[in-house]
């Protein structure tokens, strides 16, 4: 059985950093397309990041360029988020997400067309 497991939310001020783990029990991680995305309440959930399994391309959201950046490790079957200079509107519930298909960026995963989902860690930022 499948699980994403997200870890490393909390409360940060605004301007501070937090790092968002997501561990994968996915047996072929290494050929999985792993990206973050995001929900705050009473919106709809939205595209954070995204890297691809065959030469690891990623790609941001407009909101996040520049202050977030997406990795993984295939050997620990681990995707992070590094998140700086957190604003208050990035607070939101985080969730990893995993798909078959390679990804090579330059645009948006749709949040349907992911194979796998974890449960979420929250993220708030005070201002």
């Known amino acids: 059985q499948v699980q994403l497991v997200e870890s490393g939310g909390g409360l940060v001020q605004a301007g501070g950093s937090l790092r968002l783990s997501c561990a994968a029990s996915i047996r072929t991680f290494s050929r999985y397309s792993m990206a973050w995305f995001r929900q705050a309440p009473g919106k709809e959930r939205e595209f954070v990041a995204a890297?691809?399994?065959?030469?690891?391309?990623?790609d941001y959201a407009t909101s996040v360029k520049g202050r977030f950046t997406i990795s993984r490790d295939n050997a620990k079957n681990t995707v992070y988020l590094q998140m700086n200079s957190l604003k208050p509107e990035d607070t939101a519930v985080y969730y990893c997400?995993?798909?078959?298909?390679?990804?090579?960026?330059?645009?948006?995963?749709?949040?349907?067309?992911?194979?796998?989902w974890g449960k979420g860690t929250l993220v708030t930022v005070s201002s």
């Open positions: 997400g995993a798909t078959s298909g390679d990804y090579s960026g330059g645009y948006y995963l749709n949040p349907y067309g992911m194979d796998y």
């Open positions: 890297i691809g399994w065959s030469d690891g391309s990623t």
